[in-house]
């Protein structure tokens, strides 16, 4: 019998029914109930910082009903066992649930035999699939979210500071951003009338909600390019879409109307938001490294009605202050590449940054890049790019494997962006890739 134990949510806006949930005895099945929560955007919210195995949920509810709810988690969180309850006017609703992956459904009032019996199945599915070695680790993988991680701390470092082209590369890679695809990038603010203070009357917990909830809505509401949501509520918007730019550059309104479009979409959960929000658009620029240029732009146009100026700080990436200076250091050197290579060998089916390999070699990260190219005549980034690529070929000559599922075995956890960097080396997509190697045209 193992010994794991197995985390379980429960969601309800009925007090009373939760509170009877948590009165069962759990301790034979080996559960522990982490979270009980009113809602669905309150149970979305705390997914994001504890690991949940189980998720028993209700359909009626306010903001974010069951119903959605289940779509949202079988979507993100596919290891996930749900239980539905509902009452017998919800049947319908609960056998949709059970279309979008849930486990199983309960009619209330509850029967707790039943309900023991549900949770048995659920624990014995999870064990059965913890046994696959595959499907473990793209369970650990999207349990620690550590792409989504590494793309909020690019997003940041992108717009509050000049980021060299080297340091663009290496962590937009990471954090699976394509940038330099565009020619164009023009950033929009949008922002709460009384930023950057939490809006009067708005609880702790609820202005938490509300970040959440800002940068969920946009993954729904918005596809031009790439979106970060600060601490304080400050929604900024990354535009790559080249016609879009195009058409602002044309007619400035164009971006306004498609900025209202964004915000009627917000107005749905105009329960949760306090205070009205508004816009500033700055200037499209070339690069990548001038996008903080275009963010400067736009905060200064709140400047104008806002004396407070903003602190941005400037980070510049330290240099390399060490050099290749003899035989022995050249050789040393060489033996530190070879060992960065056979831990990239061993672990690029996962996310793994510059700092991860440069960890395990004993050696700072500047440095690491700087030897690798000065060693290889390659840079990092291109390396490990060309290494996954090649074992995505190999995958998609020689398996049946989906193309998102070759791109995850790979290190690649968002399929667009793997499709993207495929496309970008072999100059064909993966399916045509796929394709021509059934049909004998590419080696």
């Not at 996310?351 to 440095?367: Q, R």
Request: proline content about 2%; hydrophobic content about 40%.
């Amino acid at each position: 019998m193992t010994n794991n134990r197995y985390n379980l949510m429960i969601v309800d806006d009925e007090y009373e029914i939760r509170q009877g949930l948590r009165s069962f005895d759990y301790s034979s099945y080996r559960i522990d109930v982490v979270a009980d929560c009113e809602n669905g955007l309150f149970a979305l919210q705390t997914m994001m910082n504890e690991q949940v195995d189980l998720l028993v949920t209700d359909i009626r509810m306010p903001l974010m009903d069951g119903l959605e709810l289940a779509e949202k988690v079988a979507a993100r969180y596919p290891h996930m066992k749900i239980i539905v309850l509902s009452g017998y006017d919800d049947f319908e609703y609960a056998r949709t649930c059970m279309k979008h992956g849930s486990l199983d459904y309960l009619l209330k009032p509850l029967d707790f035999g039943d309900y023991g019996k549900i949770l048995a199945k659920a624990v014995r599915l999870i064990e059965q699939e913890r046994v696959h070695e595959l499907q473990r680790a793209v369970w650990e993988r999207k349990a620690k979210l550590s792409v989504q991680h590494l793309r909020k701390r690019f997003l940041s470092d992108l717009l509050l500071t000049e980021m060299k082209e080297d340091a663009i590369e290496l962590e937009s890679s990471a954090a699976e951003i394509m940038l330099e695809e565009y020619n164009e990038y023009v950033v929009c603010l949008l922002r709460f009338t009384e930023y950057p203070k939490r809006p009067r009357g708005v609880r702790e917990k609820d202005w938490s909600l509300i970040l959440f909830t800002l940068d969920n809505l946009m993954q729904d509401l918005w596809d031009k390019g790439y979106h970060y949501v600060d601490s304080d509520g400050q929604c900024v918007l990354i535009w790559t879409d080249r016609a879009a730019i195009d058409g602002y550059k044309e007619d400035p309104q164009s971006l306004v109307v498609e900025l209202e479009q964004v915000i009627q979409g917000l107005k749905r959960f105009r329960g949760l938001f306090k205070s009205k929000l508004v816009y500033t658009i700055g200037t499209v620029v070339q690069q990548p490294n001038q996008i903080y240029r275009s963010y400067q732009e736009a905060t200064a146009l709140f400047r104008q009605d806002d004396s407070a100026s903003e602190d941005l700080q400037s980070i510049v990436a330290a240099e390399p202050q060490e050099a290749v200076r003899n035989a022995e250091q050249i050789n040393n050197g060489h033996r530190l590449i070879q060992e960065a290579k056979q831990f990239i060998d061993r672990n690029y089916d996962r996310t793994i940054t510059l700092e991860d390999v440069a960890e395990y070699v004993h050696l700072n990260a500047s440095y690491l890049s700087y030897l690798f190219k000065e060693l290889t005549g390659q840079k990092y980034i291109d390396y490990i790019t060309s290494f996954r690529i090649e074992k995505a070929k190999s995958l998609l000559k020689q398996t049946n494997h989906k193309v998102h599922e070759v791109g995850e075995m790979v290190g690649y956890e968002n399929p667009r962006y793997f499709t993207l960097v495929f496309k970008k080396y072999v100059q064909l997509s993966p399916l045509e890739y796929r394709n021509a190697a059934y049909a004998g045209e590419v080696p």
